[in-house]
């Protein structure tokens, strides 16, 4: 037995020496693939998209970057470990960024791809991007309980902070919309800081749009912060919205004998969060006035959901998911005065 142990130890270190090496073979290798691609993307994304001159520089360039795409795609396995180092580095180029963590997304659902891309679209140039991809995108890492509040802050001091919508009309999303669509994705919580260090800057473009989002939280600590607010650097009008806010807020009336059950409303809530609006539209469409409904049957216990139910609808933004937002927020405030109420009684 002892000759037998003795004649393992050669053959154990062999192997741990034939597996060191190979591992060093194949970092080495990954450490070439890497090298190549990064090589590929400083040569792909050495411009700015708002720079180009023409249809045609514009199409060879997008061109390449169909290439750098395509060979991820291709090759997952060998390259996905390369983009990600590439999107981590503090140095990469915006533009590159913003592309490439679409690329990952694409590819990696995973929460660090998510939050690499969160981090990408914060320091994009905002003149190079599809502003309707960026919101848009930023609204739907939100509604998956993200916190994008610092793109949200960019784009609250982008002075061109707007884009169209074809397919509604041209509706025009402006600086306060698209920051509604961000901020009004994201839970509360993550929200309200950002919100409160842009009102806190009395020279800040977007400080009022984020007033307008900060009075719609109706949570004990927006609520708690507006109360102590010092409103003298704002404009006659954003004074009288908060003070008619405070003072006498917008509610619905319960409705005496509701037509709607609250477990109607919990399976129409919770089918939405799960993908599927067909039933709260069907509620709609059946008791047009249904907010009244909503306010005679819920209480403090359901405000969560009604809470990310708003947060899903205005994560789809357009005007009717504005729309729906505002009836929430006043089905919100309606039940939280309604709790307060009670508490006092």
Known sequence: MKIANISLVPRLLLGIAFLSAVSSLVHAQDKDTCSEFQQTIDSTYNFRPALLANEAERNRKSAAMDKVWE????????????LRRALEDPKADAWFRFDGSNLLVSLDDSRTAKELQIKSYAASNLEDVDLRL???????????GFDVSAAGERWLAYPRARYFLPEHGGYEVNVAAGALFIFGSMDETQATP?????ISQSNHPGREAALAILLNENTRESLSSLKQLDVSSFSAKARNIIRDELDHPNLFQPRSIPKTSRKEFLDAFNAWLNGNPDPFLDLVAKVPDGERDVVATMTAEDLPLVRMVRRRMISVGNQHAIEFYESFTRIIKTIVLKSASTKTN
Request: with cysteine; net charge positive.
């Open 194 to 198: 950002a919100l409160l260090r842009v």
């Open 71 to 82: 060979g991820v795609k291709g090759n997952p396995t060998g390259l996905l470990v390369c």
């Open 134 to 144: 960026w919101v848009a995108t930023l609204a739907r890492r939100g509604v998956e």
